[in-house]
């Protein structure tokens, strides 16, 4: 036999699911507009994380917004690699309010210590890479030279 449990809920507590649902359906579905967004138009937009280090530092990697030209030359878009990689190996905290001299001195630390990954993706951004998270964790390592930190 079932038992209909259903019966003392109370019309508050019903309509108290029912927002809960609709609530969760358009978070989702804004969740979902989000993520289908270039990085260029989710920076352009506001639709970033501004608490989180790297996804300001990705924000450099975007176009400027007067020009259309990026904000950086591409050879410092290499920086977004060597943070990521921080990020995945090191496990830094990933909110501005801790970004300082202490994070800055970690991060390079690590890049003397660990050296640079040998990782060659394509086709991310300051928002995708993390799907290369496990190739970052588990790649072959090579030691910075002098010029290269130059």
Same mark, same amino acid.
């Given at each position: ?64 917004? %007067? ?8 050879? &410092?878009? !290499? ?7 921080? *990020? /995945? ?24 210590? %660990? ?8 086709? &991310?951004? !300051? ?7 496990? *190739? /970052? ?14």
């Amino acid at each position: 036999m079932i038992e209909d449990e259903t019966e003392n809920i109370t019309e508050e507590e019903m309509q108290n699911i029912a927002e809960g649902v609709y609530f969760d359906h358009l978070r989702s579905k804004e969740s979902s507009r989000i993520n289908s967004m270039t990085f260029n138009e989710r920076y352009k937009t506001g639709n970033y994380n501004k608490s989180n280090i790297f996804e300001l530092f990705g924000y450099c990697w975007s176009d400027n917004p %007067k020009n259309g030209e990026p904000l950086i030359t591409g050879s &410092y878009r !290499s920086l977004i690699v060597q943070l990521n990689d921080y *990020r /995945f190996n090191a496990k830094p905290s990933e909110s501005v309010k801790d970004f300082g001299d202490d994070w800055i001195t970690s991060f390079l630390k690590y890049l003397i210590n %660990k050296g640079y990954p040998l990782v060659h993706i394509r086709g &991310y951004d !300051s928002f995708t890479i993390v799907k290369y998270r496990g *190739r /970052f964790i588990k790649a072959e390592r090579v030691p910075y030279n002098e010029m290269s930190f130059q």
